[in-house]
């Protein structure tokens, strides 16, 4: 099971809205999905309760039910974890992302959202260095703000998602309904924005579970030939 948390010290930057899409992408993508709401304001919740599907499940739940949450998902059989956070409370973020394989900052391309990249970065890898990248968020068509923003992040040296989330209406028409645009309007640009970000975040998480595998099959190799 992945745990995947979205992490921004940063409200409306879109991490309701990914946790939703993500968890989404991976049911039509044949994987068991579900949702931790960690936000007190319960808006994937509510989201859930205006929708008919049972898919994604969306659980509610406080820093101190999340080990048991998680536990519990497992048990389940649940493939992949959304953990959306709340932008202000920082040590139950901090939480979300001690429990979790990747942390995902959504950020949209605007000075007071780019200002809090780094501070949700550093949240994120407080407890331990771990996988985390950005991708911006309610992108508007005209200007070039989010060619500057990519630029701002990568400067930095932040790994950046290559899709990146339009501003569009038919994430806040299909929230309506307790949908995403996966469901509303799979041939759309939403849709093909959000799969393509989902697509990412499997390939990450796959290479990391290599990475991984790589390592144990290492110290085993050198246990084998201290023992
Ligand atoms: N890509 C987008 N295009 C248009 N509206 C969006 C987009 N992403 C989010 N929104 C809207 O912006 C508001 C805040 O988004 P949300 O995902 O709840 O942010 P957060 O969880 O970070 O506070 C919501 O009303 C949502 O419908
Ligand atoms: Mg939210």
């Known amino acids: 099971m992945y745990v995947i948390s979205l992490l921004a010290q940063k409200g409306g930057s879109g991490k309701t809205t990914l946790a939703e899409c993500l968890a989404v992408a991976a049911t039509q993508d044949g994987k068991l999905a579900a949702i931790l709401d960690m936000d007190p304001q319960g808006t994937a919740r509510s989201w859930k309760q205006r929708r008919g599907a049972d898919d994604p499940a969306v659980i509610s739940m406080t820093m101190a039910n999340l080990d048991e949450e998680l536990v519990r998902a497992r048990d389940a059989g649940a493939d992949m974890v959304f953990i959306d956070t709340p932008a202000r409370l920082s040590d139950w973020a901090m939480e979300a992302a001690r429990v979790s394989d990747l942390v995902i900052v959504p950020s949209r391309a605007t000075v007071k959202d780019l200002e809090r990249v780094e501070a949700s970065i550093k949240l994120a890898t407080v407890y331990a260095i771990r996988p985390v990248f950005v991708v911006l968020t309610q992108v508007r068509p005209c200007g070039d703000r989010h060619v500057q923003a990519e630029q701002f992040i990568t400067a930095k040296r932040f790994p950046v998602c290559p899709a990146q989330i339009g501003d569009r209406v038919s994430y ?4 309506v309904a307790g949908l995403t ?8 640009k939403g849709a093909d924005e959000m799969r393509r970000v989902y697509r990412f975040t499997r390939e990450l998480l796959s290479q990391l579970q290599t990475k991984k595998a790589n390592h144990e099959q290492a110290g085993e190799k050198s246990d084998r030939r201290a023992g």
């Open 172 to 175: 806040q028409d299909s929230d």
């Open 181 to 188: 645009p996966l469901e509303t309007e799979p041939a759309g």
